[in-house]
């Protein structure tokens, strides 16, 4: 004991000579804290299944537990745009549909994001006022791609500007007046209005995209597994004027997700772009040229309308005798024209194998001028519509349709598919309920 006495002594006075505290024990220190570390299973948001639910023009909340907030900051980010700094989030969206909901949390440098999904749903709509026309009561944009009835239904005069033209459209297609108009190759489009919104009505097709698709009578294919004979598919675009400006504004769109939608074959995001012709363009005729042949005489220009895609393709919209007039819209000043959509599966074959009998096949729903006027392949459901992730958006109505030619494909002496349109109806404001 005596030498362990002296051995700690010795430490304690060496420690005094060296200027060395020497900290004893006291019940009155405080314990050393280290400082909060962030991790990321430590932020908890409570995401009910099937994500976040909200209303238009309505607040909703959501509560954050954390294990702490020492230096931590949060932001809330809704598609991407920050929309609040605090840790709970209370917001009021104007938008309706599907959006990302983002969380961010951060300490010094590190962060964390948590990605939920959010439903806002849209106001009611309106009720329909007393007078309203089933049909179509404005045109506000029509764009054909070229093709062999571009410039011809409808007819332009030298001089017309698209609002010219918009016109035309109208008095051919609008109030129930049942005339045609065609939308020349892929991505031609016409958009067009009403005075009212078309209700989404569940468990029923809301309104029908009238065409002149017709059925074969006398396939030489006699084992077609599909309806076919004229049909030229169209994708039509939906849109509910949700913030009342009279106008569809670019995220307002969204697709009818027809039966080709969820199919490999079926290309989204598809670009092409047309360009005119020069102005010192010489027609050229196919190598394998024939006048006394109709199955190689009816090209007369296989250069004409220079295409290209976003998917390494290239072509061009062959003119033919049957309509030798300009197929560029000539209301169009770009030289170039490009658009952006989805792209259809080919749906025309050459049944004969000989060139002389094609048959464009019908896909099963959801697409204009690819049935009967007279059956429901011509009807839509709203419900069909979905946002650019293929999400279902459960619109309330809607007050404008876009309607573009869907395929790119070119059948011989018949030229490109282009879809033609003759009306839209509501079909409840036409009875059916």
């Known amino acids: 004991m005596k030498n362990r006495f002296l051995n700690v002594?010795?430490?304690?006075?060496?420690?005094?000579?060296?200027?060395?505290?020497?900290?004893?024990?006291?019940?009155?220190?405080?314990?050393?804290?280290?400082?909060?570390?962030?991790?990321q299973t430590d932020i908890k948001v409570a995401e009910p299944e099937g994500g976040f639910k909200a209303e238009q023009d309505q607040l909703f909340k959501i509560q954050v537990t954390s294990v702490s907030d020492e230096k931590v900051s949060y932001e809330w980010l809704l598609d991407g745009v920050s929309i609040s700094k605090e840790k709970n989030l209370s917001y009021m969206c104007d938008k309706g549909g599907n959006h990302e909901l983002t969380l961010k949390v951060t300490q010094g440098e590190r962060s964390y994001a948590y990605v939920f999904e959010l439903f806002v749903a849209f106001a009611p709509v309106p009720e329909v006022p007393e007078g309203s026309s089933p049909y179509i009561t404005k045109v506000l944009d029509f764009c054909p791609a070229p093709g062999q009835f571009t410039n011809k239904i409808p007819e332009y005069v030298e001089g017309d500007t698209r609002e010219v033209m918009n016109q035309k459209v109208l008095d051919a297609i609008g109030y129930n007046r049942y005339g045609m108009v065609s939308l020349g190759g892929y991505g031609g489009y016409v958009v067009v209005g009403f005075d009212h919104?078309?209700?989404?009505?569940a468990d029923k097709r809301d309104f029908k995209v009238l065409g002149n698709?017709?059925?074969?009578?006398?396939?030489?294919?006699?084992?077609?597994?599909?309806?076919?004979g004229s049909c030229e598919p169209g994708v039509i675009m939906v849109a509910y004027d949700a913030n009342k400006n009279g106008k569809p504004d670019a995220d307002e769109w969204y697709e009818i997700a027809g039966s080709e939608y969820p199919k490999p074959t079926t290309i989204k995001n598809y670009e092409m772009t047309y360009r005119r012709n020069a102005a010192d363009h010489q027609p050229t005729l196919p190598p394998d040229y024939d006048p006394d042949d109709m199955n190689k005489s009816w090209m007369v220009d296989d250069t004409n309308c220079p295409w290209t895609d976003n998917q390494g393709g290239k072509g061009y919209v062959p003119k033919n005798i049957f309509n030798p007039q300009e197929y560029y819209p000539q209301w169009i000043k770009a030289d170039e024209?490009?658009?952006t959509g989805t792209l259809l599966p080919k749906n025309g074959i050459d049944e004969s194998g000989k060139g002389n009998?094609?048959?464009l096949y019908a896909f099963d729903f959801g697409y204009a001028d690819n049935g009967l006027n007279t059956d429901e392949t011509s009807d839509i459901d709203i419900d069909w519509a979905v946002d650019s992730k293929g999400k279902p958006v459960h619109l309330p109505g809607v007050d404008f349709i876009k309607i573009y030619t869907g395929v790119n494909q070119s059948c011989g002496w018949l030229g490109e598919v282009s879809t033609e349109v003759s009306g839209v109806t509501d079909l409840h404001l036409k009875g059916k309920k």
Do not use: R
Request: net charge neutral.
């Open 9 to 39: 002594m010795g430490v304690a006075a060496w420690a005094l000579l060296m200027g060395v505290a020497v900290a004893g024990c006291s019940s009155d220190s405080e314990p050393v804290v280290e400082p909060y570390v962030l991790a």
């Open 197 to 201: 919104t078309i209700q989404n009505v």
């Open 213 to 228: 698709a017709f059925y074969a009578a006398a396939n030489p294919n006699p084992n077609a597994p599909k309806k076919g």
């Open 337 to 339: 024209l490009k658009f």
């Open 357 to 359: 009998y094609w048959v």
